[in-house]
């Protein structure tokens, strides 16, 4: 292994250490920076292959970096001693479809049939675009990013189906161009934008009154710039009601030991 | 060779040898399809090293396939019977940046000093972006992509200096964007886009009046997507004012025995 390797998995083990000791429990943007972060899923079992169908046919929205066994809280290929019940720092419970609880571990929810889907997040393209120094407004703002729901469906699968969820970045055309370029390269975590510059074609009536996260300025000579979005899965759960469902609390992610870099195709 | 270059030899030279005879002297746009074709700018020697510098500054707008030696009318890395004075439809003769005459051979004007640069074209991104059922405005409109000349200005070497000139294709953000994947892998015939869907932000004020080429309709829904273009050094000749040039007349290029396929970077 290589030296960036081993830090990434000693980084990794320290930071959910220290969320799973209760040490911290805020959102995981700019933890363990280089790392992957992902978002998370968890469904019973009898919903699981639906849901990975689901994932397969939305790749952009959902792409899958791990599935675990049926019941295992470990996703050794992300981290090797990764325990999903608390390497978290905030849950979001669902029962048919609402959000009922907002839990900081699940120990107490954790069943035999649970199956945990790791989800890439743009996270990971965010530090690439910085480290070609493009600005990210919502840092610059020190807020979430903006989500929108749209009116492009994912291809649904069995129960599951819904809006695409798309995060916007207002970019000049230049670094637009530059953007698609940089996150092209990275499929497994949402790829390249999936529109540019005209809202409205998608069904976002106004920037200023997002769905999820913060509203952020969008400057003269910019053009917003959409990405699919790894909060897709939970306007999917809202449609689709399954009975029971563990995700992410928005912006706190699982922390992997796996090193963004690493996740370019080229 | 393989079968698919033996073909674009045969087919290049056919080409060639039609146009050298003055059975055609049209615009070579949907000629030798998959074959390269090429700008054309011919100097004294006295000016070439800052042109070269010029464009080794300026890459997008001439991007520099060939340079011939001083006097020499052929360009066998192009074309093994290429003849530089006789196998383009039309030229266009500059004095003092002055367009003075469009002879459709140059054998007469032909000096011991003068010097051939063959730079790369949009025809061969074109035909890439039309394999992926792109469509190109300009062709269902059945005329001449439009041109504009900027406010941006090239990086100036010696004399030479002036504006970057851009085509524009109109295109839906889905197009615009698999179109910045498609161009970027051919940075040696204009590469990515230099700007998507602000005209203003670059200088262009009406996208009804192209300073070159044809107007074409941009639909609701749609962005311009703006390209560096092999124009840009006529345009310089127009300000920079050398007192002698030779150049391709606008569709009129140099068809070479290169596959467009095989200018892809990866």
């Not at 189906?161 to 698609?180: C, E, F, K, W």
């Not at 949402?190 to 009536?205: D, K, Q």
């Not at 699919?228 to 399954?242: M, N, S, Y």
């Not at 699982?254 to 370019?264: E, M, V, W, Y």
Request: net charge negative; proline share 9%; charged share 20%.
């Amino acid at each position: 292994m290589t030296a960036a390797t081993d830090r990434a998995i000693t980084v990794g083990t320290r930071e959910r250490r220290r969320i799973r000791g209760g040490e911290f429990s805020g959102t995981t943007a700019g933890l363990a920076a280089g790392n992957v972060q992902a978002n998370l899923v968890i469904l019973p079992k009898t919903l699981a292959h639906d849901f990975l169908r689901f994932a397969q046919a939305n790749p952009k929205p959902c792409p899958v970096l791990a599935v675990a066994e049926p019941g295992d809280p470990h996703l050794p290929t992300l981290g090797g001693d990764l325990d999903i019940r608390t390497d978290l720092p905030k849950y979001r419970v669902w029962r048919d479809g609402e959000l009922v609880e907002e839990p900081t571990e699940i120990h107490a929810l954790w069943r035999d049939d649970l199956v945990s889907f790791a989800l890439g997040c743009s996270f990971s393209f965010e530090q690439a675009l910085i480290e070609e120094g493009i600005e990210l407004r919502h840092m610059t703002c020190g807020s979430n990013v903006p989500m929108y729901r749209t009116n492009i469906r994912c291809v649904p699968a069995g129960s599951f189906a819904g809006p695409l969820v798309v995060s916007m970045r207002p970019l000049t055309p230049v670094d637009a161009i530059r953007a698609v370029q940089i996150t092209s390269r990275f499929p497994s975590v949402h790829g390249a934008p999936v529109h540019i510059g005209l809202p409205h074609a998608i069904g976002i009536s106004d920037l200023g009154h997002p769905d999820y996260g913060d509203a952020v300025p969008v400057h003269d000579g910019e053009l917003p710039v959409f990405w699919a979005c790894g909060v897709t899965p939970q306007a999917v759960v809202a449609e689709a009601l399954p009975e029971f469902c563990i995700t992410h609390a928005p912006g706190s992610m699982l922390i992997t030991d796996l090193l963004n870099a690493k996740l370019a195709s080229l």
